[in-house]
């Protein structure tokens, strides 16, 4: 802890999601002084995520975290959906390897951050829930603590993991109101079922876990997709759609999210489910975009959503191991300032190396054309239906003449807007892409 009697803690973490925790518990076993700090009353209650945790990064900070963690499931099967009006196809797969070690787990986020915050108790981090912080207090141009409500706090560092909207970055001016091209809209339900029928009906072994990525007829032809996967007794499932497109449209989310739940690919998996949550939440459509922005200030770090980290490669999306990845690499940087007892723009500016050393730099390079590739709007309306037509092709037997895979296919291009130029096009873009 510094010396300096002005300094309440060493460092306050604002936002106590998966980013702030991670960070604050990191700092603490650093030894230092550290205030989390939420405006939830119940930690995680308001948290939402689709729910599929890749969630090796955690061992670095959690040592057995997929044995000790309040987890779902372990994700073994992987299924990729195309749906249409009155047909899907699904590309499946299973394989016993992804149990062990854990590599995606299913979570709810009320348990799974209600136990991080506990283990930031345990490591000596004082937690503070119910204060929404209202402003960061600035000297010469660097941030020196908190205001909340009545209370000022001050600090040597504030680390902001107060998610997508971060009223804290827009506060100093370093993030612009998004475009909403990078923006989605998620709406969510968690449906009730018995772990036996859950078992049965996606074909899983006893802790074993599915997770549906759903394209096509589930969005009402706005961008975005569909997910589903499988906790202990209960299913999350919903839509993710991209904000302008939705706009534009004129649909109303919650709509398109009911209509999915009653699409005969999906319902059949829900039924005799009881609604048990119903949750409406922004998430980040384009995430290498968004992290170019500035990420640091004199004594200020941006973590998680808060710094735009979240891949949505249209399979995926990856927010949460993002948001560890940042709040670790943010531990390693501030660690090192308070040694040299020097919060400077320089040497707060290192945050953003230590990202682009790791593996959350590594992925947004990777994955940064994925957003592009995802705009192209043969994925959610031309695809699936020409998959399935091919497939109609060859399994419905009626007493014509039967004719080769490639004439069907020749066939059903004929019959759809997609020429064989765009799917030349967009099979490389898709191998670039993902
Ligand atoms: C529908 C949907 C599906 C998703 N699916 C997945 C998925 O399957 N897998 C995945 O990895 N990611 C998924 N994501 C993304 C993932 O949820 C986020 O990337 C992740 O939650 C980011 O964590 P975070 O800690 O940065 O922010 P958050 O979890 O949003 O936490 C921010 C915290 O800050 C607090 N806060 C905000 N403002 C203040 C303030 N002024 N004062 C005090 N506290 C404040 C909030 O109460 C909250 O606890 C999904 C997102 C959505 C919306």
């Known amino acids: 802890m510094s010396e300096d009697a002005d300094v309440d803690f060493d460092v306050i973490v604002v936002g106590a999601g998966v980013a702030g925790t991670v960070c604050a518990h990191r700092l603490a076993r650093q030894g230092h002084e550290v205030l989390l700090i939420d405006r939830g009353a119940e930690l995680g209650s308001k948290n939402l995520s689709g729910g599929v945790f890749y969630c090796r990064v955690m061992e670095q900070e959690f040592p057995g975290f997929a044995e000790a963690a309040p987890i779902e499931r372990r994700v073994t099967r992987n299924c990729v959906s195309f749906l249409n009006e009155s047909s899907f196809v699904n590309v499946d797969y299973w394989d016993e390897r992804l149990a062990r070690p854990a590599n995606a787990v299913t979570v709810l986020r009320a348990r799974l951050d209600a136990w991080l915050a506990e283990q930031c108790e345990a490591e000596g981090v004082t937690v503070m829930p119910g204060f929404r912080v209202d402003g960061l207090l600035t000297e010469d141009g660097a941030v020196v603590g908190i205001r909340a409500g009545d209370e000022e706090l001050r600090c040597r560092v504030v680390i902001a993991a107060d998610g997508v909207n971060s009223f804290l970055a827009r506060s100093l001016g370093m993030r612009a109101p998004e475009p909403h091209a990078n923006l989605a809209v998620g709406v969510k339900s968690v449906v009730s079922l018995p772990a036996s ?25 706005v961008a975005g ?20 497109d939705l706009i534009a449209s004129g649909l109303s989310s919650s709509d398109i999210h009911d209509r999915f739940l009653a699409h005969p690919a999906v319902e059949p998996l829900v039924r005799g489910g009881e609604l048990l949550e119903y949750g409406c939440h922004l998430t980040i459509e384009n995430g290498p975009s968004m992290a170019r922005g500035e990420l640091s200030r004199p004594g200020l770090l941006l973590i998680g959503d808060a710094a735009g980290l979240t891949l949505n490669t249209g399979l995926t999306i990856r927010g949460m191991d993002l948001a560890a990845g940042s709040a670790l690499a943010a531990a390693t940087v501030v660690d090192k300032a308070l040694g040299e007892d020097d919060v400077s723009t320089a040497s707060m ?30 994925m959610y309306r031309s695809y699936g239906p020409l998959l399935a037509d091919v497939l109609h092709g060859m ?19 004929a019959g759809s807007p997609v020429r064989l130029r765009d799917l030349v096009r967009d099979g490389m873009s898709a191998l670039r892409a993902l």
């Open 225 to 244: 997709g569909g997910f589903l996967y499988t906790n202990e007794a209960s299913l999350s499932l919903g839509v993710v759609l991209r904000l302008d």
């Open 349 to 378: 500016a290192r945050y953003r190396d230590e990202l682009g050393a790791g593996f959350v730099g590594e992925d947004l390079r990777t994955y940064g054309r994925a957003p592009a590739f995802m705009e192209n709007p043969r």
């Open 197 to 221: 029928v859950i078992e049965e009906r996606f074909h899983l072994r006893e802790g074993e876990g599915a997770a549906y990525a759903i394209v096509g007829d589930c969005t009402q032809g």
């Open 395 to 413: 399994f419905d037997l009626d007493l014509t003449p039967r004719r080769h895979l490639l004439s069907v296919a020749r066939g059903a291009l």
